[in-house]
């Protein structure tokens, strides 16, 4: 059973940064759209960022000029690189991919176990 596997977060000062990253604890046949969600307390989880697998990237207005996302092929990884962290991106953060597990199935949708992103002084 595929799984994705998320590391990174923590406890961060505001204005600090946080690297995530998130990739399948096994092999897999094919991976395209890969993401990153946040869900707040009280709030629904919504869109950080998403990547293609050509790189083609999508972005919440929120984390504009402030958030990088971007993957390794090779590596079947995805990275979300924060910067200039603010309180309101307190939050716990879920990696997503659509993949395929291997070439007899079609490819859907996982989810990772979410990680702790706390920014506070």
């Known amino acids: 059973q595929v799984q994705l596997v998320e590391s990174g977060g923590g406890l961060v000062q505001p204005g600090g940064s946080l690297r995530l990253s998130c990739a399948p604890s096994?092999?897999?046949?094919?991976?395209?759209?890969m993401g990153w969600y946040r869900q707040a307390p009280g709030k629904q989880r919504e869109l950080v960022a998403s990547?293609?697998?050509?790189?083609?990237?999508n972005y919440a207005d929120s984390v504009k000029g402030r958030f990088t996302i971007s993957r390794d092929n090779a590596l079947n990884t995805v990275y979300l690189q924060s910067n200039s962290l603010k309180p309101e991106d307190t939050a716990v953060y879920y990696c997503?991919?659509?993949?395929?597990?291997?070439?007899?199935?079609?490819?859907?949708?996982?989810w990772g176990q979410g990680t702790q992103v706390t920014v506070s002084s």
């Open positions: 997503n991919a659509d993949l395929a597990a291997n070439r007899d199935v079609r490819p859907r949708r996982y």
């Open positions: 096994g092999r897999v046949f094919s991976i395209n759209t």
């Open positions: 990547i293609t697998s050509g790189g083609s990237t």
